[in-house]
């Protein structure tokens, strides 16, 4: 059986595992317990996963941000978009993000946004299926020093 929900505190290890396949470079997650718990209570941060026979197999990060503009409509950006490497093309990534654009638009947003730092063009490829448009828009990073 294969069902999405939102996140709940017992879902933090089996989303940690994910993560670890996503960033394989970070170190300990510290105080990822205490973050888990003010997205999992604050309004418009919504974290997703997809269930396969009992497990946690795919997830993503839906953050609904407020707007001064569109007549007052909210954005959604998509974040940590992960599925177990073992699990991969068998939709499980289409449909968790198709989840979340869903919520977004029942929570009025004119847009939903995400970036990938993957180089794969099997990765765009797959954004582009789930009806993303690469080429719309430019996105720039600066990072933290620390």
Known sequence: MVWIRQAVE???????ELYGQLNPEDS????VLTAFRQILQREG????VLE?????????YLNVIPNLT?????YAIIEN?????????????????????????????????????????????FY?????DGDEKQAYIVRSPK
């Not at 017992?10 to 940690?16: A, N, P």
């Not at 449909?95 to 794969?120: D, F, P």
């Not at 582009?128 to 993303?132: E, M, T």
Request: hydrophobic share 40%.
């Open 10 to 16: 017992d879902d933090l290890h089996g989303i940690i």
């Open 28 to 31: 300990e997650f510290l105080e």
């Open 45 to 48: 941060l919504e974290i997703f």
């Open 52 to 60: 396969s026979d009992g497990r946690i197999v795919s997830t993503c």
């Open 70 to 74: 569109r007549s007052a409509r909210p």
């Open 81 to 125: 978009v992960v599925t177990d490497a073992a699990c991969r093309r068998a939709g499980y990534g289409k449909r968790v993000i198709q989840h979340a654009i869903e919520y977004a638009w029942s929570q009025n947003c004119y847009k939903v946004m995400l970036m990938t730092g993957s180089k794969e063009e099997l990765t765009h490829a």
């Open 128 to 132: 582009q299926a789930c009806g993303f």
